[in-house]
């Protein structure tokens, strides 16, 4: 199967448009019930870090096909805008990349030596899964080479590879069918035994609960670590595949690190959906993609 990077173009709207909506939630006066109830707030709305460094990730696909390590922590490095939202260790990362420390070395002294097991690797990393559609080998990969920039922990690293290999199964399914439980197999065989790892296993088991217990049981972003992160929003993507509108507005209903998590599960369920209503699933509505601030001119 060959890279399609239009399906990766419309993960990343996906992507974009949940973690802007998603941000627009720790602002003041922001109703959930209107959300639920499909009224949104008004426009425009911003994203954050999440988007920024996807759309890295796009653009490096788009003109290379694939990650090289030292070229994604350049632009990663030369494009931070650390007013986006970035956390503090990723901006001292960053900020050591762009003095001239090699990035094996700046993102593995963090946290005593043991690297970030945040969950910024996985945040960014579903367009690239979208990209390599069908071919979860190569999604995975791709996108341990992706999160060791930034993340070295294995848990980091674990999570980051399990968005991508949801990613490119939704994609690859987006003319068929794909249950819930098939989503989640679909990740099993690259899963690394950790907190990341049974927190996914135990995804599969909330399947059909609700938002607030799948929430409670896995977390919903909150402590902004792959572990309390990654396994809610595999929960969400596989819950709410072929309908964007809910996939997201479960992220947000789901509380904590909303933006982060309506982004990757965007990325997923859009690689899945697309852009607009079909036959058989919801996609991004228009409205929701005219409200999002524009991506950068580079993306």
Known sequence: ????????RESLDGLS???????????????VPELIAGKPPAG????TDDTEMAC??????????????????????DRCEPYRGYGGGTVVVLHQIRDGRPWAEAAGAVFDGVGSWGNGAAMRVAPLGAYFAGQPDRAAVQAASSAEVTHRHPEAIV????????ASHAAATRDGQCAPEELLRAVEPYLVDGQTA????????????????????????????????????????ASFLTDYPAAITACVQAGGDADTTAAIVGGIVAAHTGIGDHADRRGIPAAWLANREPLPDWA
């Open 44 to 47: 425009p709305w911003e994203w």
């Open 17 to 31: 448009v949940g973690d802007a909506l998603g941000a627009q939630f720790f602002v003041p006066g922001r109703s």
């Open 198 to 237: 049974r927190g996914i296993r135990r995804a599969r088991e909330l399947l059909g609960r609700s938002v607030a217990e799948a929430a409670h049981e896995l977390g919903n972003g909150a402590q902004v670590s792959a572990p309390d992160t990654v396994p809610f929003t595999l929960w969400a993507a």
């Open 1 to 8: 199967m060959c890279s399609d990077l239009n399906i990766a």
């Open 159 to 166: 999570g980051a590879m399990a968005v991508a290999v949801a």
């Open 56 to 77: 890295s990730v796009y653009a490096e696909l788009r003109e290379h096909g694939g990650i090289e390590r030292d070229r994604l922590a350049v632009v990663f490095a």
